[in-house]
Nanobody, 127 residues
C-alpha cells in the first residue's frame, strides 16, 4: 500500500519560512518522481514543484522560483519543500503526490499522472 504523509504546514508571517515534508511508503522515490501541488480557496490546483526520480533535476513554477527548494532524503524516503520569503499569495493547502509511472520526465503538471496523494497540509501566510 502506497502512502504519502505530509507535515510541516502552519501559520507564518510575510517573509517567513516553513519546511514541508512528504514521507513516502510503499513505493521507492529512487524510481518515482514526486511533485508538490497547492490549492488556494476558490482557485484551481496548481503544480508547484517536482523532483525527478534520479534526484538530480528539479522543477519550479515561475511564481516560486528562487524562494522554494525541493529536495529529498532517499534513506528516509522523504521529499521536502522548503518555503522561504513567503507571501500572502502562497497561502494554500499543499499536497505531495507520486508519479504513477517510474523513470518519468521532470515536468508533469497533469494531476492524472499521479496516483497517490497525501492528505494535504495548510500553509497560511499573514500580512
Amino acid at each position: 500500500q502506497v502512502q504519502l504523509v505530509e507535515s510541516g504546514g502552519g501559520l507564518v508571517q510575510v517573509g517567513g519560512s516553513l519546511r514541508l515534508s512528504c514521507a513516502v511508503s510503499g513505493r521507492t522515490i529512487r524510481h518515482y518522481s514526486v511533485g508538490w501541488f497547492r490549492q488556494a480557496p476558490g482557485k484551481e490546483r496548481e503544480f508547484v514543484s517536482r523532483i525527478s526520480w534520479s534526484g538530480d533535476r528539479t522543477y519550479y513554477t515561475d511564481s516560486v522560483k528562487g524562494r522554494f527548494t525541493i529536495s529529498r532524503d532517499t534513506a528516509e524516503s522523504t521529499v521536502y519543500l522548503q518555503l522561504n520569503s513567503l507571501k500572502p499569495e502562497d497561502t494554500a493547502v499543499y499536497s505531495c503526490a507520486i508519479d504513477r509511472l517510474p523513470f518519468g520526465p521532470l515536468v508533469v503538471p497533469d494531476t492524472s499522472r499521479y496516483d497517490y496523494w497525501g492528505q494535504g497540509t495548510q500553509v497560511t501566510v499573514s500580512s
